[in-house]
């Protein structure tokens, strides 16, 4: 099967071209975001093929999937034809919550798969049918040390997206441990929130080193507060990491009560933090026990065995 899509997320995508079919992305000159081409900080097969938007109506597509509410214009301009067609949903809704309408909902000839249960649960998908495949990961290894007593976190541009990934929290986690964020467009984040540089460390790394720096760390603390599920914690948790996470969307799900610390409560996480950082072998079996819960519920053949069954339904 000839399947197109965009290279909109990339951890997300890593996972689901592992699969056995051909990936088409679309790749434009100046790769924008509706052309980026392969990714070049993710480790993609040779199935992922690259072609210019001119080439995709002799390509033989035989499904699509989309990411944004664009594409779907950019489907009948490119291919001039819908093949069959997935609406893939990564976020949560904004807005008005309880009542927020899906951009897929009552479009004819779409299903729409959402990435947690929460997200199906909180979007109004009218009569558009609506599943959802829980997220894949590409197994990092067991790689936890521990060596360092820091806490990660990982979050891509804390200072721009503010409370919804809890950036505002960072200088209480700061207090309780120090950190290392990790993530696009953190420079300068110790001095927004007002703590020492050594406090809160920033770090933008590609993605093949993050897995290894991330695992030197005692424990791994995830404080958003508004998202669908974050991949980096799912990661966290392969990488054989105790975690520490705000009880906020699907995370309740993902964390067993034994593979870490999930509370509301401030005071709850940061004395977590505190403990895990301060005893090495708790923190080391809890993350033992965190890595194989994720692998149970987030590995990639689950992950490849359900869109297998999805595509094959949606084709027939």
């Not at 056995?20 to 790769?31: G, S």
């Not at 699509?64 to 509410?69: A, E, Y």
């Not at 893939?88 to 990435?115: C, I």
């Amino acid at each position: 099967m000839r399947i197109l899509i965009w290279h909109v997320h990339g951890s997300w995508t890593t996972a689901f071209v592992q699969g056995p079919h051909t990936y088409v992305v679309p790749v434009t000159p100046d790769r924008g975001p509706d052309g980026l081409g392969r990714a070049r900080t993710f480790d993609w097969p040779d199935s992922v093929v690259e072609l210019p938007p001119r080439d995709l109506r002799e390509a033989g597509i035989d499904l699509v999937v989309v990411q944004r509410p664009h594409e779907i214009e950019l489907v009948d301009r490119w291919l001039g034809r819908r093949p069959p067609m997935v609406y893939l949903e990564h976020n949560a809704p904004a807005g008005d919550v309880p009542d927020t309408r899906h951009p897929a909902a009552d479009l004819p000839g779409v299903t729409l798969v959402h990435v947690t249960h929460f997200n199906r649960l909180m979007w109004d998908a009218g009569s558009t049918p609506a599943t959802v495949i829980e997220h894949g990961i590409v197994d990092p290894g067991p790689l936890w040390t521990g060596e360092l007593p820091r806490a990660a976190v990982v979050v891509n541009e804390p200072l721009r997206r503010g409370r919804t990934t809890g950036t505002d929290l960072l200088a209480h986690f700061a207090h309780a441990a120090p950190l290392d964020v990790f993530g696009m467009g953190t420079h300068g984040l110790a001095g927004a929130l007002g703590v020492d540089a050594d406090r809160c460390r920033d770090h933008e790394l590609a993605q093949r080193d993050l897995h290894a720096e991330m695992a030197r760390r005692r424990v791994y603390v995830h404080p958003v507060r508004w998202t669908s599920l974050g991949l980096s914690l799912l990661e966290a948790m392969h990488l054989g990491m105790p975690v520490v996470a705000l009880a906020t969307t699907e995370v309740t799900e993902a964390v067993p009560e034994d593979a870490g610390v999930v509370s509301n409560r401030l005071d709850v996480l940061t004395d977590a933090v505190r403990e895990f950082v301060a005893v090495p072998d708790h923190a080391r079996a809890v993350g033992t026990r965190a890595r194989t819960a994720a692998l149970a519920r987030y590995g990639l053949p689950r992950f490849l065995d359900d869109w297998e069954r999805l595509l094959k339904e949606v084709t027939r």
